[in-house]
């Protein structure tokens, strides 16, 4: 609070909340990762892994959450997925990820009145798509080497179920896409790809 008491225009406090309250504070709950959620088989799973994570973080200022990992686990030796995300199904991680953004959004509405003023909203992750090398972006720009159509009818239709469910702000990641970034620029050479995080066709084509 006297952060936000002193800045001027009000700040986006975030934390990677997609595991339980310990992704803002030590001493928070850690739920378990997305893929133990999934094994459950239980989408009420991951609504109260919502509840937790957002509830948590918003008790102790945090206002935005960088979750749910909305990634598609394509190749189990990718460092960055595995078991952050919600599986290898594209209709389990938007189930699940629905469920995660619902829990957040019923937490901090209905039990912290009064206790969190901007509520906790969500940025869904890692654009255009992390999971199918085995690079860590972080490191080094991996790529998503999808067709446009196995695009759209995989990480394009999650990325689209979720914006439409309301999830707030998307992450762009240190991620290519060649498929559209030479659909959106023709010609477009191999030394000029760039990741979706720098990316004009990608983020403004």
């Known amino acids: 609070?006297?952060?936000?008491?002193?800045?001027?225009?009000?700040?986006?406090i975030a934390a990677n909340l997609e595991a339980g309250g310990s992704g803002a504070l030590v001493e928070g709950t850690p739920f378990g990762s997305q893929l133990q959620v999934a094994a459950t088989g239980r989408v009420e799973n991951a609504r109260l892994l919502g509840d937790i994570s957002g509830a948590e973080a918003a008790s102790v200022g945090f206002n935005l959450a960088f979750a749910p990992v909305c990634d598609i686990d394509r190749n189990w030796r990718n460092p960055i997925t595995n078991v952050r995300t919600f599986?290898?199904?594209?209709?389990?991680?938007?189930?699940?990820?629905?469920?995660?953004?619902?829990?957040?959004r019923e937490m901090c509405s209905a039990y912290l009145d009064g206790i969190?003023?901007?509520?906790?909203a969500v940025s869904i992750k890692h654009f255009?798509?992390?999971?199918?090398?085995?690079?860590?972006?972080?490191?080094?720009?991996?790529?998503?080497?999808?067709?446009?159509?196995?695009w759209d009818a995989t990480y394009g239709m999650i990325y689209r179920a979720l914006i439409e469910q309301g999830a707030q702000t998307v992450m762009a990641g240190h991620i290519m896409q060649p498929a559209y970034s030479r659909y959106f620029s023709p010609g477009l050479k191999d030394s000029e790809q760039m990741p979706a995080s720098c990316s004009k066709e990608l983020i403004d084509g």
């Open 1 to 12: 609070d006297k952060i936000q008491a002193a800045a001027k225009i009000p700040l986006l």
């Open 87 to 104: 599986g290898s199904d594209p209709d389990t991680v938007i189930e699940m990820s629905k469920a995660f953004m619902d829990g957040v």
């Open 116 to 120: 969190s003023k901007h509520g906790v």
């Open 128 to 150: 255009p798509g992390d999971g199918c090398d085995e690079r860590d972006q972080h490191l080094v720009t991996s790529v998503n080497d999808l067709s446009c159509e196995e």
